[in-house]
């Protein structure tokens, strides 16, 4: 797919070596989770690439990149600005390279999650979780319960999410609590 190589080289020129890497094991995990559950490879191929492609911006011009590009930062992300990567790749991937709506959503919703997820939201959020490069001591049991029940490790990693926002003393984001909320309620 020539798409797909123009933006596979275009993540490899703008990231680090580091990042790119990361970029690499996601989708690996993306394609994998894709196929286990009948969601579209392609699809997940190139949110999976894609995803970080803002996260190397410099954090005191994230806020300034978001608006000249017209993503409004909300009052959670002027405070955090790290949460704006998500929502500034995603307008890259509609601008830039002309993606649909299912694709970018996965990739302005993989660092918060949000109420209701796709499929293919919860292949992007749980692949960036799990990919080969995660050195966490649970990534491997993150991994194999997203082969077998990808709500339960969304869950599973929305808790560590919010978790570790409150140890470190950082903002929860309203779409983390509606994903959380939206999933456990049916247990
Ligand atoms: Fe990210
Ligand atoms: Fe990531």
Redesign the pocket.
């Known amino acids: 797919m020539e798409k797909f190589e123009e933006i596979f080289e275009f993540v490899k020129n703008t990231l680090s070596e580091k990042r790119f890497y990361?970029?690499v094991c996601?989708m690996e995990r993306a394609i994998e989770y894709a196929k286990i559950y009948g969601a579209d490879t392609e699809k997940a191929k190139i949110a999976g690439i894609l995803?970080?492609i803002a996260?190397e911006i410099p954090k005191e011009d994230r806020v300034s990149y978001a608006e000249n590009i017209g993503v409004i930062p909300d009052e959670i992300e002027k405070e955090s600005t790290g949460l704006l990567h998500s929502k500034v790749a995603a307008k890259i991937a509609e601008t830039k390279f002309g993606l649909d709506k299912e694709i970018c959503d996965s990739i302005a919703y993989?660092t918060t999650g949000r109420e209701n997820m796709t499929l293919l939201d919860k292949i992007i959020y749980i692949a960036?979780y799990t990919g080969k490069d995660r050195k966490y001591e649970d990534t491997n049991y993150m991994y194999e319960l997203a082969k077998k029940d990808i709500d339960a490790a969304i869950i599973y990693g929305l808790k560590k999410t919010i978790d570790l926002r409150i140890k470190e003393d950082k903002l929860l984001h309203i779409d983390t609590v509606k994903a959380y909320n939206f999933l456990i309620k049916d247990l």
Do not use: I, L
């Open positions: 990361h970029s996601v995803h970080d996260k993989h960036d």
